[in-house]
């Protein structure tokens, strides 16, 4: 376990290093060839500073401007990034930028309907709603079905819901246990539901969310457009008023990215799932 410890910090220091000395990370990832295939998965697709500058392009290319992209953060290893891949999450950064009403980027094709923007200028939802926060995110990527109720594709938070919804953390409202659909944000946002997450995703259950509505636009148009291909709705993090939260949808059952529409707070339908995003 030392040798392989040791092994894993010349592999990072390598890495940070430059392309002059890949020969030599080259060999290291040889030596570890019988101790991690995942890890060995990932040199070729997501080595971190292959993933820093593709972040960067992409991001560059839908805002239209310079954007640095910093570090992964520290608690990001090779081999949480082979299980996440497994399990179907990613790591994308967002920068601190303001997507307001009148804003124009490049990549920018849908933006949140004027229901959104109203409800911030009215103090609905939080003013700050439109505006991104800089930092990693680990996205889940899990797609959705395409019929009521079903199962998300290759879920792998399914065993854990079925888990907590016979413990009663989630409601144990439904035919199909490891269904993401029929609960809410008063069951998913609590404590004992987030720990449940973070055993399964190993992180910490402070980091984890649901998305917030300007992220899931962002995000999604950047790397998902599939997600808006669903008529199943999604939970957002933003709170309106009391009772209501934001989900993506309108009352037509179309779920565009510029779709966004309130729901009360417990409502549990058989076309409202959620998705966790963990922020870092």
């Known amino acids: ?28 990832y040889k030596m570890l060839e ?13 080595p971190f500073n292959e993933l820093i500058k ?25 081999e949480k990034m082979a299980m996440w891949q497994e399990q179907n999450f990613e790591l994308h950064y967002l920068p601190d930028i303001k997507m307001g009403e009148k804003d124009v980027f490049p990549g920018w094709k849908k933006k949140p309907n004027d229901s959104f923007y109203k409800y911030i200028k009215n103090g609905k939802i939080d003013a700050s709603a439109d505006q991104l926060k800089a930092g990693w995110i680990l996205v889940d990527a899990t797609q959705k079905p395409d019929s009521r109720g079903d199962v998300y594709i290759n879920d792998a938070l399914g065993e854990k819901i079925a888990e907590m919804r ?25 404590g004992e539901a987030k720990q449940g997450f973070s055993e399964v995703l190993g992180v910490s ?47 037509y059952g179309n779920c565009k990215f510029s779709d966004i529409k309130n729901m009360a707070c417990n409502e549990e339908r058989d076309n409202l799932g959620f998705r966790l995003f963990i922020h870092f």
């Open 166 to 190: 016979q413990e009663g953390i989630i409601r144990n409202n439904s035919q199909t246990a490891t269904t993401r659909f029929r609960t809410n944000p008063l069951r998913l946002n609590t």
């Open 1 to 28: 376990m030392a040798k392989q410890n040791t092994l894993k910090v010349e592999i990072e220091e390598l890495q940070l290093a430059g392309g002059y000395k890949q020969a030599k990370a080259d060999e290291v």
């Open 34 to 46: 019988q101790t991690s295939d995942l890890v060995l998965k990932l040199k070729e697709k997501l």
């Open 205 to 251: 259950l402070r980091q984890i969310e649901l998305p917030r509505a300007i992220e899931y636009n962002v995000i999604g148009q950047m790397h998902h457009k599939e997600w808006e291909k669903s008529y199943n709705f999604e939970w957002f993090n933003d709170k309106l008023g009391n009772n209501d939260y934001l989900v993506s949808g309108d009352n």
């Open 54 to 78: 593709s972040e960067k392009q992409k991001l560059e290319a839908f805002f239209g401007m310079t954007i640095e992209v910093p570090s992964l953060p520290s608690e990001v290893t090779y």
